[in-house]
Nanobody
Framework: QVQLVASGGGLVQPGGSLRLSCAAS????????MSWYRQAPGKAREAVAA????????SYEDSVKGRFTISRDNARNTVYLQMNSLKPEDTAQYYC?????????????WGQGTQVTVSS
């Protein structure tokens, strides 16, 4: 059974930092592209950052470039999102995603989400 457990969210002041973690079980973690998404109230879910399964190449949504860093520890089956210089517009529920491509088709798994609130 695949399980993704996200943690690390909370309330932080503008300019502050948080580190999100997502621990995976029931998957061969190193085979999966890992991503973080977020969804603010009334808005669609959007991709924030991704890291490949091999090589660890990363990509970021434009608004978080230079502020957020995604990383993974394959030995611990965990992906991280270091978020610095947080802004109120970063407030959202953050979800981790694991994607494997099987015979050309994506297979996605989602964590339960962790709330990030940036407010003074």
């Amino acid at each position: 059974q695949v399980q993704l457990v996200a943690s690390g969210g909370g309330l932080v002041q503008p300019g502050g930092s948080l580190r999100l973690s997502c621990a995976a079980s029931g998957v061969t973690f190193r085979n999966y592209v890992m991503s973080w998404y977020r969804q603010a109230p009334g808005k669609a879910r959007e991709a924030v950052a991704a890291i490949t399964s091999v090589g660890g190449s990363t990509s970021y949504e434009d608004s978080v470039k230079g502020r957020f860093t995604i990383s993974r520890d394959n030995a611990r089956n965990t992906v991280y999102l270091q978020m610095n210089s947080l802004k109120p517009e970063d407030t959202a529920q953050y979800y981790c995603n694991a994607r494997e491509t099987v015979l050309g088709r994506p297979r996605d798994y989602w964590g339960q989400g962790t709330q990030v609130t940036v407010s003074s």
